[in-house]
């Protein structure tokens, strides 16, 4: 069987969010992706519907998510 070394690999970007959401709060994630989203009444509902539109704001919300994958370790 073949694993992906990806750690994005098989994760929604609804689970993303969330373990980013408990890890770091709403406030850093604002602070960290300056996005309205992330500051004006935050939500994993409205966050998933701008992240699915905006590519550049989910790549970073990715990026932040293996950085904080790799601090775990």
């Not at 070394?5 to 373990?19: F, Q, R, S």
Request: charged share 25%; proline share 4%; hydrophobic share 35%.
């Amino acid at each position: 069987m073949h694993h992906s070394n990806d750690p994005l690999h098989g994760k929604t970007l609804e689970a993303i969010l969330n373990e980013l959401v408990t890890h770091y709060g709403w406030g850093f994630l604002g602070e960290t992706v300056r996005i309205n989203c992330f500051k004006s009444d935050p939500s994993i509902k409205s966050s998933l519907t701008f992240l699915r539109k905006t590519p550049w704001a989910r790549s970073k919300v990715e990026q932040l998510y293996i950085k904080m994958l790799r601090q775990k370790k």
